[in-house]
């Protein structure tokens, strides 16, 4: 975990400073013509990995012949899905309302799942043996070179470009840094029984993630084919900006815990005491994080981009609030695969697709982006109580325990952003009114006041309640400090 979360907190860090200046420099429409063509990425990788990078996590124990196997299936699938896309270039470009600007910009996007596909087994090889440093370290590298890149051609007036180049910029170094530290190199051969192995655990990861990813750019499709791509450039920057804290967390939870369950799958006492512990860690840190983040919207926006960005505020609190309901489906999504019940990650993942559709056919007709959001957003919430009830019937866990598990944090995390969100409506009313001070300052202002506030009251009522998270959690830091 101490890896996972370096890994996440210093690639976030560089992710939001780049992010920061490139929003700044560059327009929502240019942001729309990428986060169009991302739209079509997300598939392609997704048939890239197939599934068995995945499958190589859950086993116990996998082969040479089994890395080998599935490193040159996914460079093999790469390489056609990047041919096949390059050839559809047009008829991409015809569904965002013919903007012929996509062409150029989609066959070199698209780089990105060869160089992705050339990194996904060297990547699950260090996981799989809960090594991630030198994940973390190419993370690093790799979003540091290509958010140089990115921000360098943005002030050189490329617009799109910059993107894209900074996209291709960040797969290709980090591929090669984990090829030349990794110590790994596939052995020459395709093993048809080695394919067979992982291919029933890998089938069902791939159906799952592929009506995941359907429901995570289903949105971007519909705004930039039937709104416009300057909507859609609002709502990628409000899907960006959120998605920091609950994929950062639940790339924490992922990497560090699955191995770790897989390891005791056939141990049910141990299973559920670490299951438990999971479920209180997990609120302890993500309630705070995520509604604190949706309560400090406003300023965070004011603070960084001025009024520039103002549309896509209300957009990013409600997909952060959303964020809490997706990172405990993952979880739980995840409990389900270390104990071997891939087949049940289908079953969640077809309730999530139906439920978003439901929510899309119900609001789409108003022309309202923040009411498709809305109901982006209560879509996800049944989803998670779908979720939790097939975790239940699988485990025969009882859903008031797992529910028990959170509600501690949840109820002080919820306090605690309620508290600030009054300060900060009674600091923007009633000292604000009428001041000179600029709105990137007072953003500023009440972000960094509103944050520490939140903080402390959240800590304190820990504190006070005797939550055992928090002990627990100062001990290994303070632990660690020592050392």
């Known amino acids: 975990m101490k890896w996972n979360a370096i890994d996440r907190v210093s690639t976030q860090v560089l992710y939001a400073v780049v992010g920061v200046v490139l ?20 598939f392609a990788i997704l048939f890239v990995d197939s599934g068995f990078g995945a499958a190589l996590l859950q086993r116990k124990e996998p082969t040479e012949k089994d890395y080998s196997t599935v490193f040159w299936f996914n460079l093999a699938v790469s390489v056609c899905v990047y041919a096949i896309l390059y050839l559809c270039t047009p008829l ?26 050339l990194g996904i087994v060297q990547t699950n090889r260090l996981m799989k043996r809960m090594d991630v440093k030198q994940i973390a370290v190419s993370n690093v590298v790799a979003l540091t070179v290509s958010g140089a890149l990115g921000v360098w051609l943005a002030v050189e007036g490329y617009g799109p470009w910059a993107l894209v180049w900074q996209s291709v910029a960040l797969a290709a170094v980090k591929s090669a840094w984990l090829w030349t530290t990794g110590g790994w190199l596939p052995r020459a051969g395709f093993h048809i029984d080695s394919l067979k192995k992982i291919w ?10 592929t009506l995941n990813t359907l429901c995570q750019n289903i949105y971007s499709f519909i705004i930039g084919a039937f709104y416009n791509l300057a909507s859609l450039g609002l709502y990628t920057q ?23 369950l897989s390891g005791v799958q056939d141990d049910g006492e141990r299973f559920r005491r670490y299951v438990t512990k999971i479920n209180r860690f997990t609120a ?5 994080a995520m509604l604190g983040i949706a309560t400090l919207g406003a300023p965070l926006f004011h603070g960084l981009f001025g009024d520039k960005w103002d549309g896509a505020i209300l957009l990013f609190q409600l997909l952060t609030a959303r964020g809490i309901f997706v990172v405990l489906t993952s979880l ?30 119900a609001t789409v007709w108003y022309g309202s982006v923040p009411l498709l959001v809305w109901g982006q957003l209560i879509a996800s919430l049944i989803t998670y109580f779908v979720s939790l009830a097939i975790l239940c019937r699988a485990t025969s866990y ?33 000292l604000l009114q009428g001041s000179t001070i600029s709105l990137h300052l007072s953003g500023i202002i009440s972000l960094i ?26 001990t290994y830091l303070l632990g660690r400090f020592r050392r």
């Open 398 to 430: 009882r859903a008031s325990d797992m529910l028990r598990d959170l509600m501690p944090a949840g109820c002080i995390a919820l306090t605690a952003s309620i508290a600030t969100w009054v300060l900060l409506e009674l600091f923007t009313h009633y």
């Open 238 to 260: 409000a899907d960006k900006w959120s998605k920091m804290g609950s994929a950062s967390i639940s790339q924490i939870l992922t990497s560090s815990f699955v191995p770790l």
């Open 449 to 474: 006041g509103g944050g520490i506030f939140g903080a402390i009251l959240y800590l304190s009522i820990c504190r006070l309640t005797r939550l055992p998270e928090l002990p627990e959690a100062l």
């Open 284 to 288: 302890f840190i993500l309630f705070p």
């Open 92 to 117: 991409i470009a015809d569904i965002f309302q013919g903007d012929k600007r996509l062409i150029p910009l989609a066959k070199v996007m698209f780089l990105t799942f060869i160089l992705n596909g």
């Open 200 to 209: 029933r655990i890998g089938l069902s990861v791939f159906s799952s993630s």
């Open 332 to 361: 739980y999504s995840n409990y389900l695969l270390a104990l071997g019940y891939a087949k049940k990650l289908f079953a969640i993942e077809v309730a999530k697709d139906v439920l978003i559709l439901a929510a899309i056919l």
């Open 23 to 42: 929003a700044n420099i560059l327009s929502p429409e240019d942001f729309g013509l990428v986060g169009a063509l991302l739209v079509f990425q997300a």
